[in-house]
């Protein structure tokens, strides 16, 4: 898969108090940082981020993790996306992973030939829209410059049924028909997109993924995108992101509209910071990544009916995403309009207006909610909290806005706020949480295995000073001890940040909770590194006499047999004397720490 070097390099380099205070808000406390917890509901903060261990946890959940942990579960990414997200954060770029399956391997060699396929596609596409009159005249007619046309790389698919013949000197490839620019039927085979207006579509990377085809005439359908192909996926792709990714960033904003002219229209007028989903609902995929890049997102629909519900659907995904300080917003144009009509009509000036006067969640939400309900009569009320609840209970990362919009919920149905808390969170149940793990009780064990194991987690560098085959291999936090010391002993160093490394190192194995809640234990500890220091050292000595008198144990009944040689004798004799120097060494240091 993807090499340890490269996330050791990766976990070097970030600072996890960096990427969590993205998305929570952090006070400094002593030596670490402390927030509300995102993956439970609490008044006084129990999440804890050390800058010098490089991990956070939550005394309250027992949420666990480094960087990376924190992006998978805070976004719900994958592992490789956690990754990713991270390393364009750092300016790294992630190695790719080995493919774990034949198929996959196969689908990868094929990777660079779709993508290169695509990209020829494009430049076909820019080129005939160069020699197309007619659709030249369209762009203009929809007031766009050549400038945005060409910053966008639209093109023109021609009005021919196998128009690609020119722009590919084999039109039998396979990769056409596997990027959906191709379709074969019955042997036949012709192009996907004729007489459209194309919009590429971006992936991150900058590679072109997929097209949108908007019809010149008044052919139907009217917009048509690209299938899925190995390369698209359009639950996860965004319209735009590619060229608003800057305005974005300034603007401090998103707006997230429907169709791909939208986007570049409002680009034309100067609003930079617009994306659109691309023919699907929006996906938790779409918001988790637009929460990352902006303060705020601002959803626009339509006014009618469908709008209404398509913003519904956008609001349940964003209820579990959005935190308390990254407003979401809900933009509704006047009925037969859309953002492209609208800007064009009404100006920029008129539009940004609207999008900073745009209903907040909360007010979309009640109103919603409102409209259906029936406040007359005990049963309707009733209905309405039943109605409100999920919505509430699904808002887990806002615990602010939770509490207000419960408060208003309450004043609505006549309950005080503690009456309708009761409702909300029966005994045991969780709402959905972003994939925190129920807590699991955890009892530290009380072993001297355990007492180092900490101290190791508390300190790496103490690592090199413990001779594991001391310890009692018995007990599962002694197979921790002796995994995490050959660990840091491999990693050569032992900086605090090589904490988050353990954490690489012992995620989803058999004893990774034993680590966890050691480097969770070592928060707690009051012990400098020296005094960590003195009581392993301490520790060991007490080990290893524990170890020879086990030793000399076994030396005694076989000499009350009579059975010990003359070799043996004179190692027995070795072994109480050093038996005795360590006692007398144990007992010297505990007069020095007296005397300290
Ligand atoms: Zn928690």
């Given at each position: 898969m993807i090499p340890d070097s490269f996330k050791q390099d990766l976990l070097n380099r970030v600072d996890i108090v960096d990427v969590v205070s993205r998305y929570v808000r952090l006070k400094k406390g002593g030596a670490n940082f402390l927030g509300l917890c995102p993956f439970h509901n609490e008044k006084t903060p129990s999440f804890t981020v050390s800058p010098a261990k490089q991990f956070y946890h939550c005394f309250g959940c027992g949420v666990h993790g480094n960087a990376i942990g924190f992006l998978m579960a805070y976004g719900s990414l994958g592992y490789v996306d956690a990754l990713k997200e991270l390393a364009a954060a750092a300016g790294m770029q992630v190695p790719e992973p080995q493919p774990r399956t034949p198929e996959e391997a196969e689908r990868r060699q094929r990777e660079p030939d779709l993508v290169a396929t695509m990209e020829k596609a494009m430049h076909f596409y820019r080129a005939q829209l160069k020699g197309s009159p007619r659709a030249i005249e369209y762009l203009k007619g929809r007031g766009l410059s050549g400038e945005i046309a060409a910053r966008f790389r639209l093109g023109y698919a021609p009005d021919d049924w196998q128009g690609l013949k020119a722009g590919f000197e084999d039109y039998s490839l396979a990769s056409l028909v596997e990027c959906g620019l191709v379709i074969e039927n019955e042997g036949k085979r012709y192009d996907r997109f004729r007489d459209r207006v194309m919009f590429p579509i971006f992936n991150a990377r900058g590679a072109v993924v997929g097209f949108g085809g908007r019809v010149v005439g008044s052919g139907e359908p009217k917009y048509l995108n690209s299938p899925e192909t190995p390369l698209f996926e359009k639950g996860r792709e965004l319209y735009g992101l590619l060229q608003a990714r800057e305005a974005i960033r300034a603007a401090g904003r998103v707006l997230v509209v429907e169709g791909y002219m939208d986007v570049v229209a409002l680009a034309q007028f100067g609003v930079g910071y617009a994306v659109a989903t691309l023919g699907t609902a929006t996906t938790p995929v779409h918001?988790?990544?637009?929460?990352?890049?902006?303060?705020?997102?601002?959803?626009?629909?339509?006014?009618?009916?469908?709008?209404?519900?398509?913003?519904?659907?956008?609001?349940?995904?964003?209820?579990?995403?959005?935190?308390?300080?990254?407003?979401?917003?809900?933009?509704?144009?006047?009925?037969?309009?859309?953002?492209?009509?609208?800007?064009?009509?009404?100006?920029?000036?008129?539009?940004?207006?609207?999008?900073?006067?745009?209903?907040?969640?909360?007010?979309?939400?009640?109103?919603?909610?409102?409209?259906?309900?029936?406040?007359?009569?005990?049963?309707?009320?009733?209905?309405?909290?039943?109605?409100?609840?999920?919505?509430?209970?699904?808002?887990?990362?806002?615990?602010?806005?939770?509490?207000?919009?419960?408060?208003?919920?309450?004043?609505?149905?006549?309950?005080?706020?503690?009456?309708?808390?009761?409702?909300?969170?029966?005994?045991?149940?969780?709402?959905?949480?972003?994939?925190?793990?129920?807590?699991?009780?955890?009892?530290?064990?009380?072993?001297?295995?355990?007492?180092?194991?900490?101290?190791?987690?508390?300190?790496?560098?103490?690592?090199?000073?413990?001779?594991?085959?001391?310890?009692?291999?018995?007990?599962?936090?002694?197979?921790?001890?002796?995994?995490?010391?050959?660990?840091?002993?491999?990693?050569?160093?032992?900086?605090?940040?090589?904490?988050?490394?353990?954490?690489?190192?012992?995620?989803?194995?058999?004893?990774?909770?034993?680590?966890?809640?050691?480097?969770?234990?070592?928060?707690?500890?009051?012990?400098?590194?020296?005094?960590?220091?003195?009581?392993?050292?301490?520790?060991?000595?007490?080990?290893?006499?524990?170890?020879?008198?086990?030793?000399?144990?076994?030396?005694?009944?076989?000499?009350?047999?009579?059975?010990?040689?003359?070799?043996?004798?004179?190692?027995?004799?070795?072994?109480?004397?050093?038996?005795?120097?360590?006692?007398?060494?144990?007992?010297?240091?505990?007069?020095?720490?007296?005397?300290?």
């Open positions: 918001v988790a990544k637009l929460l990352r890049l902006a303060d705020e997102l601002v959803f626009c629909f339509d006014g009618d009916a469908a709008g209404r519900k398509a913003a519904w659907r956008a609001l349940e995904v964003s209820l579990p995403l959005a935190p308390d300080h990254k407003p979401l917003r809900f933009l509704f144009l006047p009925e037969g309009e859309d953002p492209d009509s609208f800007v064009r009509r009404h100006g920029a000036a008129t539009l940004e207006q609207r999008v900073r006067e745009a209903e907040t969640l909360s007010q979309f939400l009640l109103s919603q909610l409102r409209a259906e309900a029936d406040f007359a009569t005990a049963e309707g009320r009733a209905r309405f909290v039943a109605m409100a609840r999920p919505h509430l209970e699904n808002i887990t990362v806002a615990p602010a806005l939770r509490m207000q919009l419960t408060n208003e919920v309450g004043r609505l149905a006549g309950l005080s706020a503690e009456e309708l808390q009761r409702i909300l969170a029966p005994s045991g149940r969780q709402p959905y949480r972003h994939q925190a793990p129920a807590k699991r009780e955890f009892r530290a064990p009380s072993t001297t295995e355990w007492k180092l194991l900490s101290r190791v987690a508390a300190y790496p560098s103490l690592a090199a000073e413990i001779d594991t085959g001391l310890t009692d291999a018995a007990f599962p936090e002694s197979q921790a001890l002796r995994e995490i010391c050959a660990y840091l002993e491999s990693l050569g160093v032992g900086r605090e940040a090589s904490q988050a490394l353990v954490i690489e190192r012992f995620r989803d194995t058999a004893h990774a909770d034993l680590v966890f809640h050691a480097q969770a234990h070592s928060l707690e500890l009051r012990e400098s590194e020296d005094e960590s220091r003195a009581f392993v050292r301490h520790t060991l000595k007490k080990l290893e006499i524990a170890r020879k008198n086990d030793q000399l144990k076994s030396y005694e009944e076989r000499l009350a047999r009579g059975q010990l040689s003359k070799d043996e004798h004179r190692q027995y004799a070795d072994m109480i004397s050093e038996v005795k120097a360590l006692e007398q060494r144990l007992q010297a240091d505990a007069r020095g720490a007296v005397q300290q």
